[in-house]
């Protein structure tokens, strides 16, 4: 069971990263799975879910409208689309996994016990 994330980057204010979260030992249509993400000498906080039963999608208010989350069943992969980056989304970026309803329990990290190892993403002003 592994989470392998990637894309991540460093990214002037106003500009786009993808970040890729690939996964081997278990399917993505199987589990809901997240994206979350953590700044230096800040807790880890949830950013976008999808849920593996319904395609349903959650995101933090601080990102409605910039960040789209997305999953490609074929190829066991989900994305996190970013657009109009800010410099407070500089972080770690986690992809994590867990059983069907873990996304509606409001984006908390605890709710998830599968992750990957981190993308560092730089947002410079």
């Known amino acids: 069971v592994q989470l392998v994330e990637s894309g991540g980057g460093l990214v002037q204010a106003g500009g786009s990263l993808r970040l890729s979260c690939a996964a081997s030992?278990?399917?993505?249509?199987?589990?809901?799975a997240g994206w979350f993400r953590q700044a230096p000498g800040k807790e880890r906080e949830g950013v976008a879910c999808i849920s593996g039963s319904d395609g349903r999608t959650y995101y933090a208010e601080s990102v409605k409208g910039r960040f789209t989350i997305s999953s490609d069943n074929a190829k066991n992969t989900m994305h996190l689309q970013m657009n109009n980056q800010q410099p407070k989304d500089t972080a770690v970026y986690f992809c994590?996994?867990?059983?069907?309803?873990?996304?509606?329990?409001?984006?908390?990290?605890?709710?998830?016990?599968?992750w990957g190892q981190g993308t560092q993403v730089t947002v410079s002003s």
């Open positions: 030992g278990f399917t993505f249509a199987d589990f809901d």
């Open positions: 994590a996994m867990d059983h069907w309803g873990s996304c509606s329990g409001g984006l908390h990290p605890d709710e998830f016990d599968f």
